[in-house]
């Protein structure tokens, strides 16, 4: 069993602005390793523990939530929905073995809670949800008759009845599915509406991010210029955001400056005769050093700064395109956060990644294996997975 130990200053915990749903705690009733945890989030968190302690199941509970969220059918999101149940989980009389997750999610609305439980075996489904507000449950679903493909739903409506049942699909999250079932004629239908958005805004501008420096060596091919979760075209992003944005493409080369060895006047991407962009460090008096050459440390560095200083227009993200870019904040989860960095490196990453979650729209939940050096920091909160 985990116990969680938030850590740093009471405006890291208190730091979502309620014109901006956000994601302010991450519940594993049991999931992996995890049974009864809660974690606290603030705008920049760092889960901490041990090898084992759950800090990537964390990461990836949060990464499944989103992807539900998206509308995305559990068999895409679970594609091993066996290794998300606890060890410990025996079957019941009909060989049934799930695993819960939820969120509290918080905004206009005002504090709302998400719960999902999820039967893994004999066959992924969902068996039950609810979306609570205060008291008030708004969104409750239920598997009624397990030989169909659907669960009983319920949701207020305050008009001629009190509330509406309907038949919902058991691989889809219902709340994602309510803004296309719920008309918002009463306000109890549109209080219902205003929680299943927010939540689902808060959940869909998520990028999973673990930069793989292998795969940022080579050159790659032009194409739409959106980051991937690997960061393997970091090359081709560089060569977009270099004349996108002159003031953050100077905010990126001052933070290589810092981290990375010798003179760096630059960071920019080269094409090739045969059309395809290598990244370079441009060191000045006509030197440049590819990337390739550059050890994974600074490679990961480098990708991670570029992360924070970009967008979701540059990442490879699906936000609410029905939602203003003001009334939304990008949440980045980078498993390995420290991975590979000295300790030049990572204080001025967690500098970096501190001054732009301070601006209130760009998010951070990190995975770290000790993080006693980010302890104190301002803004930081530190999550403690040790068993």
């Known amino acids: 069993m985990t116990v969680p130990c938030p850590q740093g200053t009471a405006a890291a915990r208190t730091a979502s602005r309620p014109d901006r749903p956000s994601i302010t705690e991450l519940r594993l009733s049991a999931f992996a390793a995890h049974r009864g945890a809660a974690f606290p989030l603030g705008s920049l968190t760092l889960l901490t523990g041990p090898s084992g302690s759950g800090k990537s199941s964390a990461l990836r509970a949060y990464e499944a939530l989103a992807r539900l969220g998206g509308g995305a059918p559990l068999a895409e999101v679970f594609p091993d929905p066996a290794f998300c149940v606890p060890e410990q989980a025996r079957p019941d009389a009909q060989r049934r073995r799930g695993f819960r997750i939820g969120c509290t999610v918080d905004g206009p609305a005002g504090p709302v809670r998400l719960d999902l439980a999820v039967q893994a ?37 305050a008009g001629s009845s009190a509330v509406t049942r309907a038949p919902l699909p058991d691989d889809r999250l219902g709340t994602a599915l309510l803004p296309l079932r719920v008309a918002g004629r009463t306000a109890e239908q549109r209080r219902v509406l205003a929680a299943a958005e ?57 933070a290589v400056r810092s981290g990375c060895g010798g003179t760096v006047l630059d960071v920019r991407a080269e094409r090739a005769a045969d059309g395809s962009v290598r990244a370079v460090l441009d060191r000045g008096d006509g030197v440049r050093t590819p990337l390739g050459v550059l050890g994974d440390g600074e490679l990961r560095y480098l990708a991670l700064a570029l992360v924070l200083f970009t967008g979701p227009g540059v990442l490879d993200v699906d936000p609410a395109g029905e939602v203003p870019a003001a009334l939304q904040t990008l949440t980045v989860l980078a498993d390995g956060f420290d991975r590979g960095l000295d300790a030049r490196q990572r204080g001025e990453l967690l500098r970096v990644a501190a001054l732009m979650c301070a601006r209130g729209h760009i998010r951070l939940v990190g995975a770290v294996g000790d993080a006693s050096w980010a302890v104190g920091t301002d803004g930081v909160t530190v999550v403690d997975l040790s068993p």
């Open 121 to 157: 075996e004999p066959e992924l489904r969902v068996v039950g949800e609810r979306l609570t507000a205060g008291s008030r449950t708004l969104l409750e679903t239920a598997l009624r008759d397990p030989g169909r493909r659907t669960v009983q739903a319920a949701w207020h409506t």
């Open 198 to 254: 927010q939540v689902v805004v808060a959940l869909r501008s998520v990028f999973a991010c673990d930069p793989v420096p292998g795969r940022m060596r080579a050159a790659v091919p032009l194409g739409e210029g959106r980051l991937l979760p690997g960061c393997d075209n970091l090359a081709e992003v560089l060569w977009r955001t270099r004349t996108e944005c002159s003031r953050r493409h100077a905010q990126l080369v001052a």
